[in-house]
């Protein structure tokens, strides 16, 4: 595989783990606080692991791929946490986030293609 290609589909799962990260940080929330209590918290947790695993990905990506191109695949992540966000926290998908999300995608694409 093109090594171009396999740097941006690495960051494109780094945009969907951040995402899904995302979603924990905010189940997290309510029961947060800056003690040893929370060690209790699985959300933070969770959280917290994913984000480790996501930049272990995109050391990985960057050998792979020039930075101006791979970053702004990150910006994807609005996109899925939009989604995640709609079925797991209950927020809704409002006309403005989907015409928010056709910019980024058309963005992203352009810059891919650079």
Sequence with gaps: MNPKIAGILIMVGVAVIGAVGQVFFKKAAPGFSISLELIKNVPFIIACTLYAVTLVLAMIAYR??????????????????????????????????????????GGVAMIGFA
Excluded: D, N, R
């Design 64 to 105: 792979k791929a020039e930075v101006s191109i791979l970053y702004p695949v990150m910006s994807l992540s609005y996109i899925f946490l939009i989604i995640l966000a709609s079925m797991f926290l209950g927020e809704k998908i409002t006309p403005w986030k989907v015409g928010g999300s056709l910019l980024i995608i």
